[in-house]
């Protein structure tokens, strides 16, 4: 079982930067897939980006050029660094935990946490 808790959401001017974090619990967090989607109001759930066990990653066309992911496996920790954010990527933003087989598609993944609201102003 893994529970993931994000944080580092918030309101920022366009052009701004976040950082957010995910907290997992669990032993085995180094063998797990780690990745961030999105959702905004009436639209599907959006493949940010992924981090596999080997430190690999993949981006979404969102996050190509302004955003990076990162692990830190001592601490069970997850990050998206986020720059030049605009409007588009308000949405809920949320930490996602799979298999050594998960990519981009949301139902690769098994565990999900609650969310946390990104907000950029024009």
């Known amino acids: 079982q893994v529970q993931l808790v994000e944080s580092g959401g918030g309101l920022v001017q366009a052009g701004g930067s976040l950082r957010l974090s995910c907290a997992a619990s669990?032993?085995?967090?180094?063998?797990?897939?780690m990745a961030w989607f999105r959702q905004a109001p009436g639209k599907e759930r959006e493949f940010v980006a992924l981090?596999?066990?080997?430190?690999?990653?993949t981006y979404g066309d969102p996050a190509k050029g302004r955003f990076a992911i990162s692990r830190d496996n001592a601490r069970n920790m997850v990050y998206l660094q986020m720059n030049s954010l605009n409007p588009e990527d308000t949405a809920i933003y949320y930490c996602?935990?799979?298999?050594?087989?998960?990519?981009?598609?949301?139902?690769?993944?098994?565990?999900w946490g609650q969310g946390t609201q990104v907000t950029a102003s024009s």
């Open positions: 996602a935990a799979g298999g050594v087989r998960a990519g981009y598609r949301a139902d690769d993944y098994d565990y």
């Open positions: 669990g032993r085995t967090f180094s063998t797990w897939t």
């Open positions: 981090i596999w066990r080997s430190g690999a990653i």
